[in-house]
């Protein structure tokens, strides 16, 4: 096995590209594509290291089964395009934006393939073809905003792919709407947005994404933390929000003495981001937040305390 991987390496590093695509705005490396895995997913070779690359700024219905997400039909239908579209041993660059991995180790980019002799982005023509909505979930694409914005209205007025009426009953969901996907996630894009100017001007507040480690040291201390509950927990005596963080350790939100009131406004903020202001209890790889009431739970954190007058 070591030696065919090793073959493989060699093989696919001579058909590695010399020449860096003119649009690409960020840090970037040759690749060449080892498997296609679906519409958003591919294995690529990376400076002689194989990695899983999930693309960024779209997510294309599913092939793949998961508990999250369920299989659809034009799911099917969009990783039979990109495998058709994409192939092995293709020669490409991918494009990173300022987050290089996320929480399951897979590479963040953009990809870049020749295509009639010029380069063009996949993830981009995903979203032109409408085989994905541009994906703001995780924020806005910071190399790439106004493309993708553009793109998606392109394959709307078009009512190409997942935007065609006729393949409503395919898909996992509606995109469109108050209470549709494109509707929650660019609320959750606003909010990380925002918080990028309040994270320069109150470090105190605690991002659990990128300062999670920090919320162990705090036990019995009363911190204001930006996150957003991932899911819920009924089970048991009190209601429980399982928030974002570190994959593998826990970051719990729950009201202070099961507070019927502060469980409602938690309950009503599940999968968007908000400012949870409580006291933080650690037990083992355990870290709670302990919220005392629903005024505690802000969409734009509560003001700086005034300095307290000096005596004259």
Not at 36 to 42: F, M, Q, R, Y
Not at 66 to 76: A, E, H
């Amino acid at each position: 096995m070591a030696v065919m991987l090793a073959a493989l390496t060699v093989l696919l590093a001579t058909a590695l590209p010399s020449e860096r695509p003119a649009g690409i705005a960020g840090g970037s490396d040759p690749c060449v594509i080892v498997r296609i895995v679906d519409g958003d997913t591919a294995d690529v070779l990376i400076r002689g290291k194989q990695e899983r690359l999930r693309l960024l700024a779209i997510d294309t219905e599913e092939s793949w089964p998961s508990p999250q997400k369920p299989v659809t039909p034009f799911g099917l239908e969009t990783s039979k395009w990109a495998k058709g579209f994409l192939s092995a041993e293709e020669p490409c660059w991918v494009e990173y934006g300022s987050e290089k991995y996320d929480a399951f180790d897979r590479l963040l980019a953009y990809l870049w393939r020749r295509e009639g002799g010029e380069w063009k982005m996949y993830n981009l023509q995903a979203v032109e073809r409408g085989y994905s909505p541009y994906f703001t979930k995780y924020g806005y694409s910071e190399n790439h905003h106004a493309a993708f914005v553009a793109a998606e209205k392109r394959a709307q007025r078009a009512k190409k792919g997942i935007w065609d009426p006729g393949n409503a009953a395919d898909l996992r969901g509606k995109y469109l709407g108050p209470d549709g996907l494109r509707a929650w996630w660019d609320d959750r894009a606003e909010a990380l947005k925002t918080f990028e100017k309040v994270r320069a001007e109150r470090p105190e507040i605690i991002d659990t994404r990128t300062r999670y480690p920090e919320l162990k040291r705090r036990h019995g201390e009363t911190v204001t933390v930006f996150t957003a509950i991932r899911q819920a927990n009924d089970a048991g005596s009190q209601w429980i929000g399982k928030c974002e963080g570190k994959l593998h350790e826990s970051f719990e939100i729950l009201a202070e003495g099961g507070s019927a009131k502060t469980e409602d406004v938690l309950r009503g903020t599940v999968g968007r981001y908000r400012y949870f202001t409580g006291r933080v209890e650690v037990e083992g790889k355990k870290v709670r937040l302990h919220v005392a009431s629903p005024e505690d739970v802000r969409t734009a954190p509560a003001p700086k305390p005034s300095a307290a007058a000096k005596p004259k």
